[in-house]
C-alpha cells in the first residue's frame, strides 16, 4: 500500500468529493494538478506534463497553470463541457501547523459561469434541471446565474416535450437526480451538448424561500429547489441576485419544436451553426446586450394572446412614426451597459471599480431615456415608462465614491475619489507629501555630492535607496551613506533621513490600500441593496431596445402591421409577401415577392414546381411571418391578414440524424409524425417533398395519405410542395385542398425559374435543367435526357399492357384499391396503391410495372421453347430467375428491363 505525502493526502481527500471535474489545487503561485487529472488536462490544455514525488517508489504525474492566468486556462475547459473546482489556501501559511489547510471554494461549470469568453454577450447562460414525478410528469427549471433568472414549468409525461424544452433554452447544463433514468441521459447526450450533473437535494431551504413567493405548487418547488441547491452548494458564495421564481405554461406561447426551430433557422442556421444567416441575425438592431437576449427569448417563445401582441405592435407604431426620438433613444440606450449581469457581479463579489463607473454611466442614461419616450405622447410609451426607476441613489453614491477612470484590480488602491473619506485622505497626503520630499532629497543629494547621475528609486523588495555608479564612488565621502544593495555598475545606498521617510510613505500606501479595498467592499455592499431595483430597470430598458429594434427593422426594411383575423375565419392573406432573411441577402430589388391567401375553404396549398424555383422559400415565409407577427414584429409585405397560430410545425430540408442512427427517411417520418400528432386546427404546417426518402410509389403513397389525414381530421392551415404531380388530382377529391405551382419557362434549352407563385399544379420538374445549370458534364447529361427518354417510352407501353389485364382482374383490382381509399377516380389516375387481402398490406404500383414485365418475358419464354436456346439466351432466362422482383424499386426494374432487353436483341 502506497503512503503518500501529507500534502498529497490532502489533494486526495479533496478530490474524492469532486470526481467529475478537474481540481485545481493552489501551491503558492500555481494551480497544480496530479494523477488523471495532469494527464487529462495536459492534453486539453497543451501544457507540459511532469512528475514528482508523492511517496513510495513511483512518481505522481503533475501539471500546472500559474495563478494569475488560470482564468484562460479554466475557460478553455469549460467551453469543452467541463467542470473546474478551485481549492485555495484557507489559512494564513505561518500560522499553519503542519499543511496548510486548502478548500474548494467554488465549482465552475458550463451552467454557471460568471465572466470570461464563456459568456456570450447577446445569449443567456441557463442551467436547467429536469424532475420526474411519481405521476409520469416532468418538473423543468432553468436559471441563469449571470442574470439572476429563474423560470419553472411542470410538463407531460412525455419525454420528446422534456427534450424540446430543454433544446428551446439552450441549457449549456442540466441537473438531474442521480436515479434518472439512463436511457434519458443518453437522449439528451444524443440531442445536445449539453453537462449532466447531480443533485437529489428538493427542499425548499430557507434562504432562498423569499423567492417562491409566487410560485406554491409543490412540483414547482421541488423543480427548482433541485436547481437552487445545486447552485448554492457549488457556488459557495452569496446570491443575492437571484430573482423571484415565475412559473409559465408552454401553451401560452406558440409552440415550436426543435425540428421547425431548426428547419425555420430561427437563431441559428442548419449548415453553419451560426447566427448569420438567421431570423435573429436579420431582427438584431438591439443596442444592449440585455435587448439582445431577450429578443431572442422573444423569437423563441412568440405570443398567443392577441393583447399583448397588439401592445407590442401599437408601440412599434408610434417608434416607427418618431423618426428623431427613435435615433436620439437609439444613441442613449447604446450608453447603457449590462444591468442584469453587472448586478449578478455586485451579488457574487466578483464586481470591479471599473463596473460599477459602467454602472454609473448607464444609470445617468436613465433620465435622458424617460424624456425622449415621454415625449412620445401616447398611452402604449407612458405605460411603458412609469415603472422606470433611476436609482438615482446609486448614481450619486458611485459619483462621490469612484473615480471615472480606475485600476483593473481593486487590491491596487487609486479607486477612491478624494474627499470621500476623512482617513483615507490623510494616508494619501502622507504619502503623497512624502513622495515630494523624495523628489527634493534627489535634488539636494546631487548638489552636496556633484553626482548629477545620482538618483533615488524605489522597488517592492528593497523599499527607497540612493544609486551611485561605481565611477562616481568615490565623490560620496559623507559617512551618513549605508550600503543596501550592490549591483555591477552601480552601488545602492541609504540615509537615516531616507530610511525614516520610508517607513512614513510606506506605511501609509500600505494603509491606503487597504482602507480603500474595505471602502469598496462597503460601496458594492451598499449597491447590492438596489439589485431588485437594478433589475426592473434591466426589463424595462431592454423590453424598450427590442421594441424600438423592431420599429427600425420595419421602417428600413419596408414592413406592414398585420391585422389578426377571426378565431372562426383563421384567414391567411399576404399581398407581396417576401422571405425577411433571402430578402436581404439578395437586395429587395432583386427578390420576387409572392401572395398567400388561404381560408377556411382553402386550408391546403398543394404546391408543385421545378427544383430550385423556391417553393420551399415560399412556405419558409410564411411561417417566419406568422412568426414576426406573434412576436410584435411588423411583417414583409404590402398587406397582411393573419391568424394567431397555436404551433407550427415543419418539415422541410433533408438531413441524416447519425448519432441516433437514424436516416433522411426516419428523420422526415417521425418530423411528420410528431405533427400530425400534435397539430390542432389553429396550427401551421409546413411538409416540404414529404415521402423522397423512400421509393417513387411508396413515397407517393405516403404523402397522399398524409394528406387527407391533415384534411380530415386536423384541419390546420397547411403548405404542402411536392414532385409527385400525380398528387394534384387530390384538388378534385378534397374540397379544401388547391393547387398552385411556382412558374418557369424553358429557352433555348434552359429553364428560366421565375420565382411566382401562381394557381393551377405543374407537370414537369427539370431536374435535368437543373442539373446542367449545376454544370455537370455534357456526356451526363445527354446520357440523363437519353435515360429519361427510354423510362417516359417504357412507361407508356407499361400502362398500355396494363389496360389489357382481362376486366375481371381489372375489376377485382379496382375493387381491392376502392376498399383502401374510397375515392375510385383518383386511385385510377395515379395507381398509388391497392390493399392486398392476404397480406393485409399496402402494395405500390411497381407490382403492376412487374406484372406486366413478368408477363411480358413469360410470353417471350414459351415462345422460345418451339425453338433451341442459345447459351447467351438461356443466360438471360437464368438472370430473370434470380431477380428479386418484389425487393426492387420501379426505377431498377426499369434499368434491368433495358439491360435484359440489349443482351436479348443482341
Known amino acids: 500500500m502506497v503512503v503518500y505525502t501529507p500534502m498529497i493526502q490532502q489533494y486526495l481527500q479533496v478530490k474524492a468529493d469532486y470526481q467529475d471535474a478537474f481540481l485545481f489545487f493552489r501551491l503558492g503561485d500555481f494551480y497544480e494538478m496530479f494523477f488523471d487529472d495532469a494527464i487529462k488536462a495536459s492534453q486539453e490544455l497543451e501544457i507540459t506534463l511532469t512528475s514528482r514525488e508523492g511517496g513510495g517508489e513511483a512518481r505522481i504525474p503533475m501539471c500546472g497553470v500559474p495563478y494569475h492566468s488560470a482564468a484562460t486556462y479554466i475557460e478553455q475547459l469549460i467551453e469543452r463541457g467541463y467542470k473546474v473546482a478551485i481549492c485555495e489556501q484557507t489559512e494564513d501559511p505561518k500560522q499553519a501547523k503542519g499543511v496548510v489547510r486548502r478548500e474548494v471554494v467554488q465549482l465552475i461549470t458550463p451552467g454557471t ?296 484590480s481593486i487590491k491596487e488602491g487609486n479607486m477612491i475619489q478624494d474627499g470621500y473619506h476623512e482617513e483615507l485622505d490623510r494616508y494619501r497626503d502622507a504619502s503623497r507629501n512624502g513622495k515630494t520630499w523624495i523628489a527634493q532629497l534627489e535634488r539636494e543629494e546631487r548638489e552636496k555630492t556633484g553626482i548629477k547621475s545620482l538618483k533615488v528609486g524605489y522597488n517592492r523588495v528593497f523599499g527607497y535607496y540612493i544609486e551611485v555608479t561605481r565611477a562616481n564612488l568615490h565623490h560620496l565621502e559623507d559617512g551618513r551613506y549605508e550600503r543596501k544593495q550592490t549591483l555591477t555598475n552601480a552601488e545602492r545606498f541609504i540615509t537615516p533621513e531616507l530610511k525614516e521617510k ?28 438596489y439589485i431588485p431595483r437594478l433589475q426592473s430597470l434591466a426589463k424595462i430598458v431592454s423590453e424598450l431596445d427590442v421594441l424600438q429594434c423592431f420599429a427600425t427593422i420595419s421602417e428600413e426594411r419596408h414592413y406592414v402591421k398585420p391585422v389578426f383575423s377571426f378565431s372562426e375565419e383563421r384567414r391567411i392573406f399576404l399581398k407581396d409577401g417576401r422571405h425577411p432573411v433571402v430578402e436581404k441577402v439578395m437586395n429587395a430589388d432583386r427578390y420576387v415577392p409572392n401572395d398567400c391567401d388561404m381560408h377556411n375553404e382553402r386550408e391546403i396549398l398543394l404546391i408543385t414546381g421545378p427544383n430550385m424555383s423556391g417553393k420551399s422559400t415560399y412556405m419558409r415565409q410564411i411561417a417566419l411571418t406568422s412568426i414576426l407577427a406573434q412576436i410584435g414584429c411588423f411583417v414583409p409585405a404590402t398587406e397582411a391578414v393573419l391568424p394567431i397560430f397555436d404551433q407550427v410545425f415543419t418539415r422541410i430540408g433533408a438531413a441524416d440524424d447519425l448519432i441516433s442512427g437514424q436516416s433522411t427517411f426516419m428523420v422526415e417520418m417521425l418530423e411528420a409524425k410528431n405533427a400530425i400528432s400534435n397539430a390542432t386546427k389553429d396550427s401551421l404546417i409546413l411538409f416540404d417533398e414529404i415521402g423522397r426518402g423512400t421509393s417513387t410509389y411508396d413515397g407517393m403513397a405516403l404523402a397522399q395519405a398524409i394528406i387527407e389525414y391533415i384534411h380530415h381530421r386536423i384541419g390546420a392551415k397547411t403548405l404542402f410542395s411536392t414532385h409527385y404531380h400525380e398528387l394534384t388530382v387530390l384538388e378534385e377529391e378534397l374540397p379544401r385542398l388547391t393547387n398552385i405551382h411556382v412558374s418557369a419557362i424553358e429557352q433555348s434549352g434552359k429553364v428560366v425559374f421565375l420565382h411566382k407563385i401562381k394557381e393551377g399544379p405543374t407537370d414537369k420538374s427539370y431536374g435535368i435543367h437543373v442539373a446542367k445549370l449545376a454544370e455537370l ?11 429519361l427518354a427510354s423510362l417516359e417510352n417504357q412507361d407508356v407501353k407499361v400502362q398500355q399492357h396494363v389496360a389489357k389485364v382481362p376486366q375481371e382482374e381489372e375489376a377485382n383490382m379496382d375493387q381491392k384499391m376502392d376498399s383502401f381509399s374510397g375515392h375510385d377516380e383518383k386511385i385510377e389516375q395515379s395507381k398509388v396503391g391497392y390493399l392486398n387481402e392476404e397480406k393485409d398490406d399496402i402494395l405500390s404500383v411497381s407490382s403492376l410495372v412487374e406484372e406486366a414485365q413478368l408477363s411480358f418475358f413469360e410470353e417471350e419464354a414459351v415462345g422460345l421453347k418451339k425453338t433451341q436456346l442459345s447459351v447467351k439466351e438461356k443466360r438471360v432466362l437464368e438472370k430473370i430467375k434470380e431477380l428479386d422482383i418484389l425487393d426492387m424499386t420501379p426505377m431498377q426494374a426499369m434499368n434491368i428491363l433495358y439491360e435484359l432487353h440489349k443482351k436479348v436483341k443482341s
Not at 159 to 177: C, I, R, T
Not at 512 to 528: C, G, H, N, P
Not at 777 to 787: H, K, M, Q, V
Open 113 to 408: 459561469v460568471m465572466e470570461g469568453k464563456g459568456l456570450q454577450e447577446k445569449e443567456n447562460n441557463y442551467i436547467s434541471t429536469i424532475t420526474h414525478f411519481m405521476d409520469g410528469t416532468f418538473g423543468f427549471a432553468y436559471n441563469d446565474l449571470s442574470t439572476g433568472e429563474n423560470q419553472v414549468t411542470v410538463l407531460n409525461g412525455n419525454f420528446d416535450e422534456v427534450l424540446n424544452e430543454l433544446s428551446l433554452s439552450g441549457a449549456k447544463e442540466v441537473v438531474v437526480a442521480a436515479t434518472f433514468d439512463g436511457e434519458w441521459q443518453r437522449k439528451i447526450r444524443e440531442r445536445l451538448a449539453v453537462t449532466i450533473s447531480f443533485e437529489d437535494d428538493v427542499l425548499v431551504k430557507d434562504v432562498y424561500q423569499p423567492l417562491f413567493t409566487h410560485v406554491t405548487e409543490d412540483k414547482l418547488q421541488k423543480s427548482m429547489a433541485r436547481l437552487l441547491n445545486y447552485l448554492y452548494r457549488t457556488q459557495k458564495r452569496s446570491l443575492d441576485h437571484l430573482q423571484p421564481v415565475t412559473s409559465y405554461k408552454i401553451y401560452q406561447y406558440m409552440k415550436i419544436d426543435y425540428y421547425s426551430k431548426r428547419n425555420l433557422e430561427l437563431t441559428e442556421t442548419i449548415r453553419a451553426k451560426g447566427k448569420k444567416g438567421s431570423l435573429l441575425w436579420l431582427l438584431d438592431e438591439t443596442n444592449t446586450a440585455m435587448g439582445g437576449r431577450l429578443l431572442k427569448q422573444w423569437i423563441d417563445r412568440p405570443l398567443i394572446n392577441q393583447e399583448e401582441i397588439s401592445a407590442r405592435h401599437k408601440m412599434v407604431e408610434t417608434l416607427m412614426a418618431a423618426y428623431f426620438e427613435r435615433q436620439e433613444l437609439r444613441e442613449k440606450l447604446k450608453e447603457v451597459y449590462d444591468l442584469e449581469r453587472l448586478a449578478g457581479r455586485v451579488a457574487f463579489g466578483n464586481v470591479s471599480a471599473r463596473d460599477l463607473v459602467q454602472l454609473k454611466r448607464s444609470l445617468q442614461q436613465i433620465p435622458l431615456i424617460y424624456t425622449i419616450v415621454e415625449q412620445l405622447g401616447t398611452e402604449e410609451a407612458m405605460q411603458l415608462i412609469s415603472k422606470i426607476d433611476p436609482c438615482e441613489e446609486v448614481t450619486d453614491l458611485l459619483e462621490k465614491a469612484i473615480v471615472d477612470n480606475p485600476p483593473i
Open 502 to 529: 520610508e517607513a512614513l510613505i510606506l506605511q501609509a500606501e500600505e494603509k491606503s490600500m487597504q482602507l480603500e479595498y474595505d471602502l469598496f467592499t462597503a460601496i458594492r455592499e451598499q449597491v447590492k441593496d
Open 777 to 787: 458534364p455534357d456526356e451526363l447529361i445527354t446520357r440523363a435526357n437519353e435515360i
